[in-house]
């Protein structure tokens, strides 16, 4: 098991779905207030607006939420959200990045720093860690979408620089700068995708065991928890011998 997208997927599979939902949609309706306030309330004139209401839709997220999160941009007396990065890192000396929506700066460093504290790992200084990273465009398809060969030959053809195929899926990446041309290219070959974001895509992963990556999934859980927090990144890896033992 490696990066974040596999635990995303085992938090599901527990259940509390109409809360994470509910979170989700939170999350989701704050990226697209900001990505609207930033540049026009159009997403075929905003970029940034239309990758954030298409991720919405691919969520199920009913129209009237997403108009409502877009038409908040321009409300005099609304929320003024300020994206924050913080870093720091988890059990293990695992690398962690925690991206934020915030609206009080000072609550939200606070929260992160005690999230941090008391799941064994510790906030870095600015930059502390995401040197271990590359900012790249990520592109998740279904299994439906295609068998491995096929996604294949649509990611090379639209220019993408890698694909990861499991039972969950396909997870395209591209660089930071091309994820609209190419998540577009996708589209036309393979139809619409389950999400396309920028991300923090690990260099290289770090081993954990059991009882550090059950303290590990602890603290991204709590992290992913927080109102403020949109995304956590991490660059740790665990052997199934391991994941066993963390479920049983």
Not at 129 to 134: A, G
Request: hydrophobic share 40%; with cysteine.
């Amino acid at each position: 098991m490696a990066g974040h997208s596999q635990f995303k997927n085992i938090m599901h599979r527990k259940g509390r779905q109409d809360a994470v939902r509910s979170k989700l949609f939170s999350k989701l309706s704050k990226e697209i207030t900001v990505a609207a306030k930033m540049g026009a309330p159009d997403p075929d004139m905003n970029p940034r607006l239309r990758l954030a209401v298409n991720n919405a839709k691919s969520q199920s997220m009913p129209k009237d939420n997403i108009q409502r999160a877009i038409n908040k941009a321009s409300d005099a007396g609304g929320e003024n959200y300020e994206e924050v990065r913080y870093e720091g890192y988890g059990p293990g000396g695992v690398a962690v990045i925690v991206e934020a929506l915030t609206d009080n700066r000072n609550r939200t460093a606070a929260n992160v720093r005690a999230t941090f504290s008391k799941n064994g790992g510790a906030l870095g200084e600015s930059n502390s860690v995401s040197f271990m990273f590359d900012r790249v465009g990520e592109i998740v398809y279904k299994p439906e979408a295609g068998d491995a060969d096929k996604v294949m030959e649509a990611a090379i053809e639209a220019g993408a620089d890698d694909v990861e195929t499991d039972e969950n899926g396909h997870t395209i990446y591209c660089t930071f700068e091309a994820i609209g041309d190419v998540s577009t290219a996708l589209e036309a070959a393979l139809g619409e995708a389950e999400s396309v974001n920028p991300v923090f895509k690990p260099q290289t992963l770090t081993p954990v065991d059991a009882d550090k990556g059950s303290t590990l999934m602890k603290l991204i859980a709590a992290l992913e928890d927080d109102d403020d927090v949109q995304n956590v990144y991490a660059n740790f890896e665990m052997s199934d011998e391991d994941m066993a033992k963390m479920a049983s």
